[in-house]
């Protein structure tokens, strides 16, 4: 069985099948804490499991909910699943005894609450970890009925609030200990989130992997469902972590942890939050080949902390070959004290805010190779306040603020210098945008002093008049309606622009093809128009190619992407499978030929695009194959939402300057854009 996700918010495990080792201990629904733990004779609970069993041992999971947490791993254990079976750690339990009192239901005696650690709701956007439009965010309760989970409705430290319940909606009086629902929960399972976390640090060399963690009363800056603390060698592989209150993990001064194959999906803040103790600490993190989809689904303010991944104070991390989908916030974003990081082989659609976000005294990155589309209110790469950042071949398509936005944020002392914008391609393909290319100084500086170089960069307009500037440049004080006009600047000597007709460059939305989107066309002037890649490393990172993953001998190289994008088979484990959907990082022993990737979204809110993204990735060959999207009739579509911000007024700075005026409106969404093309046969 693949993992997989939708956007009404139902989550699986992905089926796979790790070898289990002699000695190993077992935990079953049916088992007993006063057994041995053999597979014969298996403990009941996990908590008597990490407890019970010696150092190195293997802890393995039979089929079925196991609601509890609370545990710290303090020795070296691998937690897996039995073979081919699903096995889920919950943070809620079952919830009988209701009443009916009047149309709605109550249950008395809860005694369970939450601190909000997110303090007071702030506005405008920017000035809080919770806005004042969504002031309830902070609060970690959570309510699910036959697995669909149940709006807040009201303060539960204010009494009272029942008024506001209604179908769909719960509400709990912490004064009364009293829970009331608006959904009938005759003969439905009522589940009650009573745990926050489930594994609060874990020990050197510890694996957890192909397990699900669900509904942990996580809340703003911890507890988290899952912590690793401050240790070395750790391993969180093929798991799905969703709808916990606040985020679904967290990396906390831990060094040389490796994150892969991951589900992360309808979090109520953050998929992963990775932090350490100290600015730039050296902690060697790889985030790979996991899936972020649908997180502050709680909307906590999404121009403060929330992000499908957020990375803070952390130095050497990898960011490779993930898909951010969908986030309510930018799909990873790097923030304060940041070196000697990579983000490479990356697919980000239709998140609020960047695709991807460096910001903020963050230093020495290669930002490579990666697929932005469709960002909401967000450009598709977005550098702030930082220094020595190389953003190369990158293909940027319909992001609101243009493909790639160059920043120094206002009333900060870090400065942004050293940027390189070389052999990207920026286009407005369906989507209107502000622009293609944005510079901007809240200091007063100039685009020289902040950017190195841009050059050899592509630019496409379906239409020259939307968005009417190419550039905005020198904090607007110059825009350039064309490329010929840029180019008098001493900029993209080298550049290409195309306005009007079909893109010319990759194969669009427009095209109305049977090729897959986002590759380059035959005949492609982007073809061997881009600079030749820095062979050696710059900034103490590796080169860019080296990043990439690519073989390279020198000499002109394409424009946009180079190689496979989005994830792609690990280096470890489960079952191998040829067609999937979410199906994460299959065994490279097992499988032979190509291997298919698709994520399967089906909205229940007229707001989201309906679905599928598949990603091709041929184990021949490092080449960037295919990307598509599929929806669920046969119809090859994409999806675009068409963005009008009504307001932008005076920009301001604020906490992360998020860049939102006083006036702006959060979004504002006229309709979908929707082009379909005829069902073919793309990934072969």
Known sequence: MASTYSANGTVSIQDTNYAIPAGAYFVSNAGSDSNSGTQASPWLTVGHAISAAPAGATIVLRAGTYREGGYT???????????????????????????????IWMHTGWATQFANTAGTPGAPYGQAPVNTNYPLAGYPDMVFVNGVALTCAANPTVTGGQSSVGPGKFYIDYTNQTIYIGNNPNGATVEVAQYQRMIYGISTNSIIRGLGFQHYASSYHGPYAIETGAVSNCTIENNTIAWCAASGMSVWGTSNCTIRGNTFAFNGEQG???????????????????????????????????????????????VTNNLFDHNNCPGVWFDLECSNNNIVNNICIGNYGPGIFYEYDCHNAIIANNLSIGSINGAGVWVASATNVQVWNNTCSDNYYGGIFIQEEGGRTATTTGITVENNITSADVTS?????????????????????????????????????????????????????????????????????????????????????????????????????????????????????????????????????????????????????????????????????????????????????????STAAATLDKLMIVDGGGLVTLIRLLLIVVVLVVFQHGPMERHLSLGILRRCILGLAVIACPLVNLLR
């Open 433 to 617: 945008t502000l622009e293609l290319i944005r510079q901007w100084s809240g200091l007063g500086h100039s685009a020289g002093a902040m950017i190195t170089a841009c050059d050899y960069n592509a630019y496409y307009r379906a239409n020259a008049a939307n968005p009417g500037t190419l550039a905005y440049w020198n904090s607007g004080s110059t825009n350039y309606t064309t490329l010929t006009a840029f180019k008098a600047t001493g900029y993209e000597a080298h550049g290409i622009g195309t306005d009007g007709g079909a893109n010319p460059y990759f194969v669009g939305v427009s095209d109305n093809t049977a090729q897959s989107y986002y590759v380059l066309k035959s005949g492609s002037p982007a073809i061997g128009a881009g600079a030749a890649l820095p062979t050696v490393s710059k900034y103490l990172s590796p080169s860019i190619a080296a990043a990439i993953g690519i073989s390279y001998a020198g000499g002109p190289v394409n424009m946009g992407i180079l190689s496979s994008i989005g994830p792609n088979p690990g280096s470890n484990p489960p079952a191998a499978t040829t067609t999937t959907s979410l199906t994460l990082n299959p065994n490279p022993s097992l499988v032979s030929g190509p291997v298919t990737f698709s994520s399967t979204v089906t909205a229940s809110d007229s707001s989201i695009p309906t679905g599928t993204v598949g990603f091709y990735s």
């Open 272 to 318: 992963i939050a990775t932090s350490a103790p100290s600015a730039f600490t050296p902690v060697g993190t790889a985030i790979q080949s996991n899936y972020f989809a649908y997180n502050n689904i709680r909307n906590f303010d999404p121009w403060w902390d929330a992000a499908g991944c957020k990375i803070t104070s952390n130095n050497n991390v990898n």
């Open 73 to 103: 791993i303090g020795k070296q254990l691998t937690l897996q699943p039995y073979p081919h079976e699903q096995a889920w750690l919950k943070g809620s339990v079952i919830v009988t005894g209701w009443t009916a009192t009047g149309s």
